[in-house]
C-alpha cells in the first residue's frame, strides 16, 4: 500500500474546510484512502473522522491509499496540500 507523509502547512490545519476538500479530492478515486496522525486512523472519505484527527499547522500526517489509482490519488492529495489548501494568500 503506498503511503506519503505529508505536512499541514496551511494555517488553520486540518479543520472543516479543508477536511471538505480532502474529501472531495479523494472522492475523484476509486482507491480507499486513509489518514494516519501517529496512532489515530482517519478514513479520507469520512469528514468527522478526518476532524477527530484534531490536526493543527505543523502537524504530520501519513497518508495511505489502496486501490488500482492509489499513487495518482496521493499525487493530487499531496498537490492539496502543497497548495495549502487553496486557503492561504
Known amino acids: 500500500m503506498p ?6 502547512t496551511n494555517q488553520r490545519g486540518l479543520h472543516a474546510r479543508a ?6 479530492c479523494g472522492q475523484q478515486f476509486s482507491a480507499n484512502i486513509v489518514v494516519y ?3 489515530q486512523k482517519a478514513d479520507a472519505a469520512n469528514i468527522m ?3 477527530m484527527l484534531a ?8 497518508v495511505a491509499a489502496e486501490g488500482n489509482d ?8 499531496e498537490a492539496l496540500f502543497d497548495a495549502r489548501f487553496d486557503e492561504d494568500q
Open 55 to 62: 490536526a493543527p499547522c505543523g502537524t504530520e500526517l501519513t
Open 70 to 77: 492509489a499513487e495518482q490519488a496521493l499525487d493530487a492529495i
Open 37 to 39: 496522525k501517529q496512532q
Open 19 to 24: 477536511a471538505t476538500k480532502l474529501v472531495k
Open 3 to 8: 503511503k506519503r507523509t505529508l505536512t499541514l
Open 49 to 51: 473522522s478526518l476532524l
